[in-house]
């Protein structure tokens, strides 16, 4: 049977049918920010298990976690990664301090310095793992602005709007050539 494009039916339904399927940027972000988190947790469980054996590793793991930081911002293209790195550490790190503060209250002798160590290790890792992540992330998504900035050839309006605003004040425009062609 012949349809209005002048294929048959049959053969319209053989093609192979290409859906592009777009989660929404809020999906798509707290999806990333879970494996985000699986992988700090980890990250975190190997140190904790080889740092006496391997005194590098440390650093080492650092930097895988902010790679990762950095793929998923070129990955995600949206600002709001970035704060994807400080939700995946400060969802379980809220949750440990309300245990622990519970813990202490409960205690005899209510006693502050256990509950100082904590915030002093809590803070300690978002200082020197979060905030590098951080950073890794906002390096990823300004890469994947700048890349879609010079695969479009260099306009900067396929960027997004706050990228393009800041794309206008940070460059200098080039002159056009036919203003500074001498007047004769």
Known sequence: ????????????????????????????????????????AGATLVFSAFAPVYPALFWALLVAVAVLAFLIGVRLQTWWWVLGPVVAYGVPAASYMIAANARYQSLEH?????????????LAYA????????????????????SRSRASGGRQDRCTPRWSRMGRFCTVQAADPQEEAPTG
């Open 1 to 40: 049977m012949m349809v209005a494009d002048g294929r048959d039916r049959d053969a319209r339904a053989r093609e192979p049918v290409m859906m592009r399927w777009r989660a929404s940027t809020w999906a798509r972000w707290l999806g990333w920010t879970v494996m985000f988190g699986l992988a700090l």
């Open 110 to 122: 209510k006693g502050i310095e256990g509950l100082t160590w904590d915030w002093f290790v809590v």
């Open 127 to 146: 200082a020197f793992v979060v905030a590098p992540c951080m950073l890794a992330a906002a390096a990823g998504v300004t890469w994947a602005a700048v």
